[in-house]
């Protein structure tokens, strides 16, 4: 009895442990680099990447399937053979219907990547801006002059470091990840950002000192010196800059793509999502997921067609009664008379097709 109870409580412990293992979500690994600004700008810079190229997905397939269409039109109106002419046809008519179908699906994906590229690179120019590191520069500063006092001709000019595209290694940003670490979209339901409103910029601490001896501005570090010519000693101003907030060491949030971490269940909502910017992960994350949702488009290529498979009920069939806008209610017998014929055509075609490129 008290073996039993024991293998009960474990079996109810591994289904406990299962249950919550699988609510709290899986990480989508390359989002784990991120511990910088620079090291989520790769992230997105690689995400952005690997979108572009999957949107790509079926497009030189639906260009065949529109050339095919018109070439077995021509077809029709060339050929001096009355069997075949209702087989081009028929082709023709398939592949002008399968072109339309996913020639729609991937306007639908192109739609959702247009607006994910849109996010992301947003989302980088909020990174940019909490990454660059500001500089000091003289200007055209002007001596400090008079009985002692300060004088505003002597100013400084703090600018920033340049682009942080430039400085970040975007070598690491891939189409299938970070460097090594690949994307994982297949079973990830969450992303790791940083959270930027936490995310301190990088300014320096600014520091003045005026009216000094001349030695003591002139020997300070990373000093930029304003004095009165021919009386350094009283009129003198040092402007320098302290230390700039690191760049390393920071950790990112885990944030949901999909909504309860259950991918059936859609992607996560964004309360009020027109009043949200790329700043808020929760507009990254919906971005990504809608796209990783919309599903591409899966053309096949019309030199692999098998008769067979298009004479079935699914295929050209369909094809064939939208051709002949056939009411098989009031038309049975003459519908039946030029389905089969158009079948037969077709499949002689292909058939012949095949043949011929085996050759």
């Known amino acids: 009895v008290k073996i039993e109870i024991s293998r009960k409580y474990v079996l109810a412990c591994l289904l406990l442990a299962a249950a919550i293992t699988n609510f709290s979500g899986t990480d989508e690994t390359a989002s784990g680099t991120i511990n910088s600004r620079c090291s989520e700008i790769i992230y997105l810079a690689a995400v952005s990447k690997?979108?572009?190229?999957q949107t790509e997905t079926g497009r030189n397939l639906i260009h065949k399937l529109q050339t095919y269409a018109t070439a077995w039109q021509l077809a029709v109106v060339q050929t001096t053979d009355k069997q075949l002419k209702p087989g081009y046809g028929t082709l023709s008519a398939y592949a002008m219907i399968q072109h339309k179908k996913h020639a729609e699906e991937l306007k639908r994906r192109q739609e959702a990547s247009q607006r994910a590229q849109r996010i992301l690179s947003e989302r980088i120019g909020y990174i940019e801006a909490l990454y660059r590191r500001p500089t000091l520069t003289a200007g055209g500063a002007a001596h400090a002059n008079g009985d002692g006092g300060y004088n505003a001709k002597c100013t400084f000019t703090l600018t920033q470091s340049g682009s942080t595209r430039d400085t970040c290694d975007l070598r690491k940003a891939t189409d299938t990840g970070v460097?090594?670490?690949a994307f994982n979209w297949e079973a990830a339901t969450k992303i790791k950002l940083l959270k930027l409103s936490t995310t301190p910029p990088r300014l320096p601490q600014v520091a003045a000192q005026g009216k000094g001896a001349q030695a003591s501005v002139d020997t300070a570090t990373g000093g930029t010196r304003c004095d009165a010519?021919?009386?350094e000693g009283s009129n003198a101003l040092k402007v320098t800059l302290g230390s700039v907030a690191?760049?390393?060491?920071?950790?990112?949030?885990?944030?949901s793509m999909y909504a309860s971490d259950d991918m059936a269940k859609g992607c996560a909502t964004v309360e009020q999502p027109d009043t949200k910017t790329a700043s808020y992960n929760s507009k990254v994350a919906r971005a990504i997921c809608e796209f990783l949702a919309t599903p591409p488009p899966s053309p096949t290529?019309?030199?692999?067609?098998?008769?067979?498979?298009?004479?079935?009920?699914?295929g050209v069939v369909n094809s064939v009664h939208q051709l002949l806008n056939c009411d098989r209610k009031v038309h049975k017998r003459r519908c039946n008379t030029k389905g089969r014929r158009h079948k037969n055509s077709t499949q002689k075609i292909i058939r012949f097709g095949?043949?011929?490129q085996k050759d």
């Not at 690997?50 to 190229?53: D, G, L, V």
């Not at 760049?247 to 949030?253: C, H, R, V």
Request: proline share 8%; charged share 15%.
């Open 50 to 53: 690997y979108i572009a190229k």
């Open 354 to 356: 095949q043949r011929w």
């Open 246 to 255: 690191g760049y390393t060491g920071l950790t990112a949030e885990q944030t």
């Open 179 to 181: 460097e090594s670490t």
């Open 301 to 314: 290529n019309p030199e692999n067609w098998n008769p067979e498979t298009l004479l079935q009920p699914s």
């Open 229 to 231: 010519s021919g009386s």
